[in-house]
């Protein structure tokens, strides 16, 4: 007789797999989370949008209570600018000013939650709902058995843990997925360092900056045999403790500045990184002369975010998920994190409740799950082109005048264009509309981009765009057309199997009704609902 297993789900890094354990608890799935320290979040505010977080409200991990609480800070907008030198306020375009462009954008990143007071209400959620948390409990490693399940091994002195499925929840540095690539070299890296201080003048300290560039590209000389490197420093900015509808006066914000790489092993460190960070940030906060002495430092935060080309990472193992960041599913220019998961929470959630409810729990059935998605690829060019090869010497202006250009077009065809595209939505529609409409404004600017880029990667980005074109006609024209077909076939693999390659004909109010979450919709970036122009209300003072 075969012991009964102890639980459905076993969820391993609890930060952030709390949101999938709760979601799927409610869904009534059996689930124990697993997290090496505390469950709990740390200080450091994530920010988001509102519609992010009203996804979570419709998956039913928050209710309004909830967001009430949690969120801390609120300011009205972002600013994106791409700069050869700081000049605020600037008005026109690159080429009417000859230094750049600036915009701003409302509701995007433009709350702060209180990760600790977040967690602290997922997972007495979690709990409620009958779900199981072992905290201070590290993973030590699984057994896996096709046929049965997972054996979860917690040390010495402890029994281990079994489970139908395991989901590995624990980030870009997971174990498990390591083990999966085989110690290969990340494709790409985005490389941060900030910090979160007091000291800043409080009358600027009103709206956020989500993307912005105040200095030319800096080429390194590597020295000791080293070939050095170029690098785009890029920056971001929010206000911290400015309470709900920016109310509360205060001089404390973030401040981040990253970069985009390779993994070459000449590459600045993090160190050097730190160092220059501290050498630029007068000139992007001129209220500060000297941060040491100016600043009231309560922070300091670096890290590296690698990104790999075959993201999101299909499993080696049969009854073992990659989600989160785990999976690479997350844009090669975000940091990943929690916005990535409200995205694909209720599709990657819904899939896994799905593959349990079928028994579909081979590695080839979820591999359905974390299948290929042409508009992730095709947000691979975007770093590429601010990314400089090892030991080049490009044009200092480059990215630059890439990115005002874009960004301005971007911002002149509407919100509709340039909020899923700061949301790390690559969509279609606002592809297509604003490179064709850059080509115009800067026709003798693509030998550059080919040159920088390389022609083989234009090539196989041009296939990934080719790739978006057919799963957005699919999703429009075939997904309402065979859903119904698909909902009568008895065979649970197959119809497991055509739910993850479509979407029931739903729009997300009435989804709740009809979970399904496949990929020609999110492949296409179709599952992100467009604002209403006419709603949009950007107040400033």
Same mark, same amino acid.
């Given at each position: 007789?075969?012991?009964?297993?102890?639980?459905?789900?076993? %969820?391993?890094?609890?930060?952030?797999?709390?949101?999938?354990?709760?979601?799927?608890?409610?869904?009534?799935?059996?689930?124990?989370?697993?997290?090496?320290?505390?469950?709990?979040?740390?200080?450091?505010?994530?920010?988001?949008?509102?519609?992010?977080?009203?996804?979570? %409200?419709?998956?039913?991990?928050?209710?309004?209570?909830?967001?009430?609480?949690?969120?801390?800070?609120?300011?009205?907008?972002?600013?994106?600018?791409?700069?050869?030198?700081?000049?605020?306020?600037?008005? #026109?375009?690159?080429?009417?000013?000859?230094?750049?462009?600036?915009?701003?954008?409302?509701?995007?990143?433009?709350?702060?939650?209180?990760?600790?007071?977040?967690?602290?209400? $997922?997972?007495?959620?979690?709990?409620?709902?009958?779900?199981? %948390?072992?905290?201070?409990?590290?993973?030590?490693? &699984?057994?896996?058995?096709?046929?049965?399940?997972?054996?979860?091994?917690?040390?010495?002195?402890?029994?281990?843990?079994? =489970?139908?499925?395991?989901?590995?929840?624990?980030?870009?540095?997971?174990? &498990?997925?390591?083990?999966?690539?085989?110690?290969?070299?990340?494709?790409?890296?985005?490389?941060?360092?900030?910090?979160?201080?007091?000291?800043?003048?409080?009358?600027?300290?009103?709206?956020?900056?989500?993307?912005?560039?105040?200095?030319?590209?800096?080429?390194?000389?590597?020295?000791? #045999?080293?070939?050095?490197?170029?690098?785009?420093?890029?920056?971001?900015?929010?206000?911290?403790?400015?309470?709900?509808?920016?109310?509360?006066?205060?001089?404390?914000?973030?401040?981040?500045?990253?970069?985009?790489?390779?993994?070459? =092993?000449?590459?600045?460190?993090?160190?050097?990184?730190?160092?220059?960070?501290?050498?630029?940030?007068?000139?992007?906060?001129?209220?500060?002369?000297?941060?040491?002495?100016?600043?009231?430092?309560?922070?300091?935060?670096?890290?590296?975010?690698?990104?790999?080309?075959?993201?999101?990472?299909?499993?080696?193992?049969?009854?073992?998920?990659?989600?989160?960041?785990?999976?690479?599913?997350?844009?090669?220019?975000?940091?990943?994190?929690?916005?990535?998961?409200?995205?694909?929470?209720?599709?990657?959630?819904?899939?896994?409740?799905?593959?349990?409810?079928?028994?579909?729990?081979?590695?080839?059935?979820?591999?359905?799950?974390?299948?290929?998605?042409?508009?992730?690829?095709?947000?691979?060019?975007?770093?590429?082109?601010?990314?400089?090869?090892?030991?080049?010497?490009? +044009?200092?202006?480059?990215?630059?005048?890439?990115?005002?250009?874009?960004?301005?077009?971007? +911002?002149?065809?509407?919100?509709?264009?340039?909020?899923?595209?700061?949301?790390?939505?690559?969509?279609?529609?606002?592809?297509? #509309?604003?490179?064709?409409?850059?080509?115009?404004?800067?026709?003798?600017?693509?030998?550059?981009?080919?040159?920088? %880029?390389?022609?083989?990667?234009?090539?196989?980005?041009?296939?990934?765009?080719?790739?978006?074109?057919?799963?957005? $006609?699919?999703?429009?024209?075939?997904?309402?057309?065979?859903?119904? &077909?698909?909902?009568?076939?008895?065979?649970?693999?197959?119809?497991?199997?055509?739910?993850?390659?479509?979407?029931?004909?739903?729009?997300?109010?009435?989804?709740?009704?009809?979970?399904?979450?496949?990929?020609?919709?999110?492949?296409?970036?179709?599952?992100?609902?467009?604002?209403?122009?006419?709603?949009?209300?950007?107040?400033?003072?």
């Amino acid at each position: 007789m075969t012991k009964k297993l102890d639980h459905d789900v076993i %969820v391993c890094g609890g930060t952030l797999g709390i949101f999938f354990a709760t979601y799927l608890q409610l869904r009534g799935h059996d689930v124990c989370v697993i997290e090496a320290g505390k469950l709990r979040g740390r200080e450091q505010e994530w920010n988001i949008s509102m519609d992010e977080l009203d996804e979570l %409200v419709r998956l039913g991990v928050l209710d309004q209570d909830d967001v009430d609480a949690v969120v801390t800070t609120e300011f009205p907008a972002c600013r994106s600018g791409f700069k050869n030198e700081e000049v605020t306020p600037l008005d #026109g375009g690159y080429f009417d000013n000859g230094i750049g462009y600036e915009c701003v954008t409302p509701d995007v990143l433009n709350l702060g939650v209180s990760p600790s007071i977040l967690i602290e209400r $997922v997972s007495r959620r979690f709990a409620s709902a009958g779900g199981t %948390v072992l905290d201070s409990t590290p993973l030590r490693g &699984i057994c896996v058995s096709g046929s049965v399940g997972c054996a979860v091994d917690l040390g010495a002195g402890t029994s281990p843990l079994t =489970a139908r499925l395991v989901l590995d929840c624990m980030g870009n540095n997971s174990p &498990i997925s390591s083990q999966q690539r085989y110690g290969r070299k990340p494709d790409g890296v985005c490389a941060v360092v900030g910090s979160c201080a007091g000291g800043y003048d409080e009358s600027t300290n009103k709206i956020g900056d989500i993307i912005y560039t105040l200095t030319p590209t800096v080429t390194r000389d590597g020295g000791g #045999g080293r070939k050095g490197g170029s690098n785009q420093y890029f920056w971001e900015a929010f206000p911290v403790g400015i309470g709900r509808d920016g109310r509360t006066a205060t001089d404390v914000k973030t401040t981040y500045m990253f970069t985009y790489m390779d993994a070459h =092993a000449d590459r600045i460190s993090l160190f050097d990184l730190m160092e220059d960070y501290w050498k630029l940030l007068p000139a992007y906060q001129p209220s500060i002369r000297d941060p040491e002495k100016d600043l009231d430092i309560k922070r300091i935060l670096f890290a590296y975010f690698p990104t790999y080309r075959d993201s999101p990472l299909r499993p080696m193992f049969s009854r073992v998920l990659a989600v989160g960041d785990a999976s690479g599913i997350q844009s090669p220019l975000s940091f990943g994190g929690f916005g990535a998961l409200t995205r694909h929470l209720g599709r990657v959630g819904g899939a896994i409740s799905e593959a349990l409810d079928s028994g579909c729990l081979h590695k080839d059935d979820l591999g359905e799950i974390n299948s290929y998605q042409p508009n992730l690829a095709a947000a691979w060019m975007f770093q590429k082109a601010m990314s400089m090869k090892i030991g080049s010497r490009p +044009n200092p202006v480059f990215v630059n005048r890439l990115l005002a250009t874009n960004f301005q077009v971007m +911002n002149e065809m509407g919100f509709r264009t340039i909020k899923p595209f700061l949301q790390d939505v690559v969509r279609l529609d606002g592809l297509a #509309g604003s490179l064709t409409q850059s080509f115009i404004a800067d026709p003798v600017f693509m030998p550059q981009i080919v040159a920088t %880029v390389g022609l083989p990667e234009l090539v196989e980005w041009l296939g990934h765009v080719g790739n978006m074109a057919a799963y957005t $006609v699919l999703d429009a024209a075939v997904s309402p057309v065979i859903s119904p &077909i698909v909902d009568r076939l008895r065979d649970p693999r197959k119809k497991f199997w055509w739910r993850r390659r479509m979407e029931a004909h739903l729009r997300p109010v009435l989804s709740f009704l009809y979970l399904q979450s496949l990929a020609w919709k999110y492949g296409s970036g179709a599952d992100y609902v467009l604002p209403d122009e006419d709603k949009i209300n950007l107040n400033l003072e």
